[in-house]
T-cell receptor
Framework: GAVVSQHPSRVICKSGTSVKIECRSLDFQATTMFWYRQFPKQSLMLMATSNEGSKATYEQGVEKDKFLINHASLTLSTLTVTSAHPEDSSFYICSAMVNYGYTFGSGTRLTVV | QKEVEQNSGPLSVPEGAIASLNCTYS??????FFWYRQYSGKSPELIMFIYSNGDKEDGRFTAQLNKASQYVSLLIRDSQPSDSATYLC?????????FGAGTRLTVKP
Protein backbone atom coordinates (compact mmCIF):
# COMPACT_ATOMS: atom_id res chain seq x y z
CA GLY A 1 0.00 0.00 0.00
CA ALA A 2 0.86 3.66 -0.25
CA VAL A 3 3.32 4.84 2.36
CA VAL A 4 3.95 8.30 3.76
CA SER A 5 7.30 8.62 5.47
CA GLN A 6 7.49 11.28 8.17
CA HIS A 7 10.63 12.56 9.89
CA PRO A 8 11.73 13.14 12.54
CA SER A 9 9.66 10.92 14.80
CA ARG A 10 10.67 12.86 17.89
CA VAL A 11 12.26 16.25 18.36
CA ILE A 12 13.06 18.36 21.37
CA CYS A 13 13.87 21.99 20.76
CA LYS A 14 14.42 25.13 22.76
CA SER A 15 11.87 27.91 22.88
CA GLY A 16 12.35 30.39 20.09
CA THR A 17 13.91 27.98 17.65
CA SER A 18 12.36 26.53 14.51
CA VAL A 19 11.69 22.91 13.69
CA LYS A 20 11.07 21.38 10.28
CA ILE A 21 9.01 18.23 9.80
CA GLU A 22 9.13 16.37 6.50
CA CYS A 23 6.60 14.08 4.90
CA ARG A 24 7.39 12.10 1.78
CA SER A 25 5.09 9.93 -0.28
CA LEU A 26 7.26 6.94 -1.09
CA ASP A 27 5.52 5.10 -3.87
CA PHE A 28 2.94 7.52 -5.13
CA GLN A 29 2.53 11.18 -5.97
CA ALA A 30 0.65 13.31 -3.48
CA THR A 31 -0.60 16.56 -4.96
CA THR A 32 -2.27 17.28 -1.65
CA MET A 33 -1.14 16.57 1.87
CA PHE A 34 -2.85 17.30 5.13
CA TRP A 35 -1.25 18.37 8.37
CA TYR A 36 -2.83 17.53 11.71
CA ARG A 37 -2.01 18.28 15.29
CA GLN A 38 -3.10 16.13 18.18
CA PHE A 39 -2.84 16.97 21.86
CA PRO A 40 -2.89 14.15 24.44
CA LYS A 41 -6.23 12.35 24.65
CA GLN A 42 -7.74 14.66 22.05
CA SER A 43 -8.82 14.14 18.48
CA LEU A 44 -6.98 15.01 15.31
CA MET A 45 -7.18 18.68 14.46
CA LEU A 46 -6.63 19.64 10.84
CA MET A 47 -4.17 22.50 10.67
CA ALA A 48 -3.72 22.99 6.96
CA THR A 49 -3.91 21.46 3.54
CA SER A 50 -0.79 21.70 1.41
CA ASN A 51 -1.02 21.69 -2.36
CA GLU A 52 1.89 21.02 -4.66
CA GLY A 53 3.02 24.20 -6.35
CA SER A 54 0.64 26.53 -4.58
CA LYS A 55 -0.03 28.07 -1.21
CA ALA A 56 -1.33 26.00 1.62
CA THR A 57 -4.84 26.42 2.92
CA TYR A 58 -4.94 26.97 6.67
CA GLU A 59 -7.79 26.17 9.02
CA GLN A 60 -9.32 28.96 11.02
CA GLY A 61 -7.21 29.87 14.01
CA VAL A 62 -3.96 28.41 12.67
CA GLU A 63 -1.26 31.05 12.22
CA LYS A 64 0.20 30.72 8.74
CA ASP A 65 3.29 32.71 9.69
CA LYS A 66 4.02 30.40 12.56
CA PHE A 67 3.34 27.12 10.81
CA LEU A 68 5.03 27.38 7.44
CA ILE A 69 4.04 24.76 4.92
CA ASN A 70 5.88 24.05 1.72
CA HIS A 71 4.85 21.50 -0.89
CA ALA A 72 7.52 21.96 -3.50
CA SER A 73 7.24 18.59 -5.20
CA LEU A 74 4.71 15.83 -5.73
CA THR A 75 6.39 13.70 -3.09
CA LEU A 76 7.46 16.13 -0.38
CA SER A 77 5.62 18.43 1.98
CA THR A 78 7.21 20.16 4.94
CA LEU A 79 5.86 21.87 8.03
CA THR A 80 8.11 24.32 9.84
CA VAL A 81 7.15 25.42 13.32
CA THR A 82 8.77 28.81 13.72
CA SER A 83 9.71 30.48 16.98
CA ALA A 84 8.45 27.46 18.86
CA HIS A 85 6.90 27.84 22.29
CA PRO A 86 6.10 25.19 24.90
CA GLU A 87 2.41 25.38 23.93
CA ASP A 88 3.38 24.14 20.47
CA SER A 89 4.42 20.85 22.02
CA SER A 90 2.17 18.28 20.40
CA PHE A 91 1.96 15.32 18.06
CA TYR A 92 2.07 16.43 14.42
CA ILE A 93 0.85 14.04 11.74
CA CYS A 94 0.73 14.36 7.98
CA SER A 95 -1.49 12.42 5.66
CA ALA A 96 -2.22 12.02 1.97
CA MET A 97 -5.26 10.90 0.09
CA VAL A 98 -4.99 7.56 -1.66
CA ASN A 99 -7.69 5.64 -3.46
CA TYR A 100 -8.88 3.91 -0.30
CA GLY A 101 -8.84 6.90 2.02
CA TYR A 102 -6.14 8.74 3.89
CA THR A 103 -2.79 7.24 4.70
CA PHE A 104 -0.90 8.77 7.58
CA GLY A 105 2.72 9.41 8.32
CA SER A 106 4.06 7.96 11.55
CA GLY A 107 3.84 11.30 13.33
CA THR A 108 6.30 13.67 14.98
CA ARG A 109 6.32 14.21 18.72
CA LEU A 110 7.48 17.79 19.26
CA THR A 111 8.56 18.92 22.70
CA VAL A 112 9.51 22.55 23.18
CA VAL A 113 11.50 23.26 26.35
CA GLN B 1 -23.93 20.02 15.58
CA LYS B 2 -20.62 18.23 15.10
CA GLU B 3 -20.10 16.79 11.66
CA VAL B 4 -18.93 13.39 12.86
CA GLU B 5 -19.92 12.23 16.31
CA GLN B 6 -18.62 9.34 18.32
CA ASN B 7 -19.06 8.30 21.91
CA SER B 8 -15.70 9.12 23.48
CA GLY B 9 -15.89 6.14 25.82
CA PRO B 10 -14.02 4.58 27.37
CA LEU B 11 -15.69 1.40 26.18
CA SER B 12 -14.57 -1.63 28.10
CA VAL B 13 -15.26 -5.20 27.00
CA PRO B 14 -13.91 -8.54 28.20
CA GLU B 15 -11.60 -10.54 26.01
CA GLY B 16 -13.51 -12.62 23.49
CA ALA B 17 -16.57 -10.37 23.50
CA ILE B 18 -17.94 -8.26 20.66
CA ALA B 19 -17.03 -4.58 20.77
CA SER B 20 -19.49 -2.25 19.07
CA LEU B 21 -18.36 1.23 18.06
CA ASN B 22 -20.79 3.76 16.69
CA CYS B 23 -20.58 6.93 14.64
CA THR B 24 -23.13 9.38 13.25
CA TYR B 25 -22.55 12.06 10.66
CA SER B 26 -24.39 15.17 9.59
CA UNK B 27 -23.77 15.52 5.84
CA UNK B 28 -26.36 13.39 4.05
CA UNK B 29 -24.35 13.46 0.84
CA UNK B 30 -21.29 11.86 2.45
CA UNK B 31 -19.73 9.38 0.11
CA UNK B 32 -17.22 7.22 1.93
CA PHE B 33 -16.74 6.09 5.47
CA PHE B 34 -13.62 4.93 7.22
CA TRP B 35 -12.56 3.40 10.50
CA TYR B 36 -9.06 4.03 11.79
CA ARG B 37 -7.33 2.57 14.81
CA GLN B 38 -4.88 4.67 16.78
CA TYR B 39 -2.66 3.26 19.46
CA SER B 40 -1.42 5.64 22.10
CA GLY B 41 1.45 7.74 20.78
CA LYS B 42 1.07 6.41 17.25
CA SER B 43 -0.58 7.72 14.11
CA PRO B 44 -3.90 6.34 12.85
CA GLU B 45 -3.98 3.23 10.68
CA LEU B 46 -6.83 2.29 8.40
CA ILE B 47 -8.91 -0.70 9.43
CA MET B 48 -11.78 -0.61 6.98
CA PHE B 49 -13.68 1.56 4.58
CA ILE B 50 -17.24 1.23 3.34
CA TYR B 51 -19.15 2.99 0.59
CA SER B 52 -22.44 1.15 0.27
CA ASN B 53 -25.30 0.49 2.64
CA GLY B 54 -25.07 -2.78 4.49
CA ASP B 55 -22.28 -4.75 6.06
CA LYS B 56 -18.69 -5.25 5.05
CA GLU B 57 -16.63 -7.90 6.77
CA ASP B 58 -12.87 -8.28 7.03
CA GLY B 59 -11.66 -10.92 9.43
CA ARG B 60 -12.86 -10.06 12.92
CA PHE B 61 -14.05 -6.62 11.82
CA THR B 62 -17.44 -5.73 10.36
CA ALA B 63 -18.37 -2.24 9.24
CA GLN B 64 -22.05 -1.41 8.96
CA LEU B 65 -23.45 1.56 7.08
CA ASN B 66 -26.96 2.97 7.11
CA LYS B 67 -27.08 6.09 4.99
CA ALA B 68 -30.75 6.75 5.69
CA SER B 69 -29.97 6.98 9.40
CA GLN B 70 -26.57 8.57 8.77
CA TYR B 71 -24.97 5.96 10.94
CA VAL B 72 -21.88 3.83 10.59
CA SER B 73 -20.60 1.28 13.06
CA LEU B 74 -17.68 -1.06 13.58
CA LEU B 75 -18.03 -4.44 15.22
CA ILE B 76 -14.99 -6.25 16.52
CA ARG B 77 -15.60 -9.93 17.16
CA ASP B 78 -13.53 -12.02 19.56
CA SER B 79 -11.97 -8.86 20.99
CA GLN B 80 -8.35 -9.16 22.03
CA PRO B 81 -6.32 -7.03 24.45
CA SER B 82 -4.31 -5.92 21.41
CA ASP B 83 -7.47 -4.27 20.09
CA SER B 84 -7.27 -1.77 22.94
CA ALA B 85 -6.88 1.57 21.18
CA THR B 86 -8.79 4.64 20.10
CA TYR B 87 -11.01 4.10 17.07
CA LEU B 88 -11.61 7.05 14.78
CA CYS B 89 -14.56 7.31 12.44
CA UNK B 90 -13.95 9.40 9.32
CA UNK B 91 -16.40 10.60 6.72
CA UNK B 92 -15.48 11.82 3.26
CA UNK B 93 -17.69 14.42 1.62
CA UNK B 94 -17.02 16.90 -1.14
CA UNK B 95 -13.23 16.52 -1.18
CA UNK B 96 -13.08 16.82 2.57
CA UNK B 97 -12.35 14.17 5.17
CA UNK B 98 -13.71 14.80 8.65
CA PHE B 99 -12.78 12.78 11.70
CA GLY B 100 -14.73 12.04 14.82
CA ALA B 101 -13.12 12.55 18.19
CA GLY B 102 -12.59 8.81 18.59
CA THR B 103 -13.80 6.12 20.97
CA ARG B 104 -11.32 4.64 23.39
CA LEU B 105 -11.70 0.88 23.61
CA THR B 106 -10.22 -1.26 26.37
CA VAL B 107 -10.31 -5.04 26.08
CA LYS B 108 -9.71 -6.65 29.46
CA PRO B 109 -8.02 -10.06 29.66
Amino acid sequence: GAVVSQHPSRVICKSGTSVKIECRSLDFQATTMFWYRQFPKQSLMLMATSNEGSKATYEQGVEKDKFLINHASLTLSTLTVTSAHPEDSSFYICSAMVNYGYTFGSGTRLTVV
Amino acid sequence: QKEVEQNSGPLSVPEGAIASLNCTYSDRGSQSFFWYRQYSGKSPELIMFIYSNGDKEDGRFTAQLNKASQYVSLLIRDSQPSDSATYLCAVYYNNDMRFGAGTRLTVKP
